[in-house]
């Protein structure tokens, strides 16, 4: 069985940080592009992080460049995402997800195209 288990979440104070892990199982998602996403009550899931296979190609949404950093470890099936100087606007559920490697296709992935989701974790700034 296949999944995605987001940890590191938590309660943290405006300009504090916080690292999120994402452990897949299951199988191995060393070819797949991994990302990051969050979404709060009400609103779309967002777009915050995405990595390609080796890690050697990264994408950030605007609002999220030079606070967060998005890194991989294959031979341990994790990604990471480092926050730092986080707001209170950063205040939402964060979700990993994979996508399977498809030859040609557009990259970053878009939100519909990732093929695995993890349930997600709290992360609450604190003004």
């Known amino acids: 069985q296949v999944q995605l288990a987001e940890s590191g979440g938590g309660l943290v104070q405006a300009g504090g940080s916080l690292r999120l892990s994402c452990a897949a199982s299951?199988?191995?998602?060393?070819?797949?592009?991994m990302a990051w996403f969050r979404q709060t009550p009400g609103k779309e899931r967002e777009f915050v992080a995405a990595?390609?296979?080796?890690?050697?190609?990264?994408h950030y949404a605007d609002s999220m460049k030079g606070r967060f950093t998005i890194s991989r470890v294959n031979a341990k099936n994790t990604v990471y995402l480092q926050m730092n100087s986080l707001k209170p606007e950063d205040t939402a559920v964060y979700y990993c997800?994979?996508?399977?490697?498809?030859?040609?296709?557009?990259?970053?992935?878009?939100?519909?195209?990732?093929?695995?989701w993890g349930q997600g974790t709290q992360v609450t700034v604190s003004s």
């Open positions: 997800a994979a996508r399977s490697v498809r030859p040609g296709s557009t990259w970053p992935p878009p939100l519909l195209e990732y093929d695995y």
């Open positions: 299951g199988r191995t998602f060393s070819g797949d592009t």
């Open positions: 990595i390609n296979w080796s890690g050697a190609r990264t």
